[in-house]
Structures are given as C-alpha cells and as structure tokens.
C-alpha cells in the first residue's frame, strides 16, 4: 500500500528525534570527564546546578533543570552520603532544607570545570566562532519558544 509523506516520519529528518540523539551523544561525551570521579550523570548535573546557584533547595534544582522529584533526590542523597553537599534548615522557611556544596563538593567541582569546558571546546572545535555563536542562539530561542509558547 502506497504511503504519502503526510502519514510517514522519517525520523532522519524529524527535528526532535535527531535533536534527542544528538543531546544524548552530547551527554555521553562530557560523561567521560565526570565518570571518572565516580559520579552518575544525575549526580553531576545535581552538583554543577548547586556549583553554579550555590544556596539551593531540592525544589529549586528540580525547576532548574527540569528533571523529575525522584531523580533528584536520589542524586542529592548519593552525593550527602559522599560528603559532597552540605544542608542547612532554610531561615525562611524552616520546612525547606538549603543545599550548598561542602568544601569537598566545591574542591570536586573546581576540579571538574576546566575539564568539561576542555571537553566542551572539543566537541565545538569543528564549528565556526559564528556557527558557534548561532549553534547557542537558535538553541536558546527554541528554548524560550517551547517555554512561553506552546503552553
């Protein structure tokens, strides 16, 4: 039976399929740096949002990076456990517990940064300055399209 383009997907041409494989392929290439300092790929997203905002709740990490409840809480206990976080009862509002990196945490992310930049530089290195330049804006643009947009 003949099928028009109408009811077929190519999926090597369907936007969100290859922007899906080509986030993944991403993220399992700045895995290597992270992986080797035991760290899942939650863990580390978890620990350079709290580098990067610093006094944090869970909530917030969650609204961040829009990533599920669940996740980040698993992630957020590994990383107690290792001694990577630091928490303290919130002085506004004493149901809400701050996270913070602890000196080891701060040490460990310090340590991470140059190399994911490095990796970063790496997986860039075959663009432009200006198709870097545009490779960001028309993400950001998507971004904000999807924020505000099609709600």
């Known amino acids: 039976m003949p099928t028009d383009s109408a009811t077929q997907l190519d999926l090597k041409l369907f936007f969100p399929y290859q ?14 740096i992270y992986q080797r300092y035991g760290l899942s790929k939650m863990e ?11 006094d944090i709740s869970a909530r917030e990490i969650c609204q961040f990076t829009r990533f599920d409840k669940m996740q980040v809480s698993r992630a957020i206990a590994k990383l107690m456990t290792s001694q990577v976080l630091s928490q303290q ?18 040490q460990l ?12 530089k790496r997986l860039l290195q075959g663009l432009t ?10 993400t950001l643009k998507l971004s904000n399209q ?3 947009g099609f709600k």
């Open 146 to 148: 999807l924020e505000i």
């Open 44 to 54: 580390w997203r978890v620990l350079a949002t709290i580098g990067q905002q610093g």
């Open 89 to 106: 009862t919130s002085e506004v509002d004493r149901r809400t517990i701050r996270l913070t990196l602890s000196d080891k945490g701060q």
């Open 129 to 138: 300055d200006a198709e870097r330049d545009q490779l960001r804006a028309l």
């Open 109 to 120: 992310y310090q340590e991470i940064i140059p190399l994911v930049h490095s990796q970063e």
């Open 19 to 32: 922007f899906s494989i080509l986030a993944q392929q991403m993220s399992e290439f700045i895995a290597q």
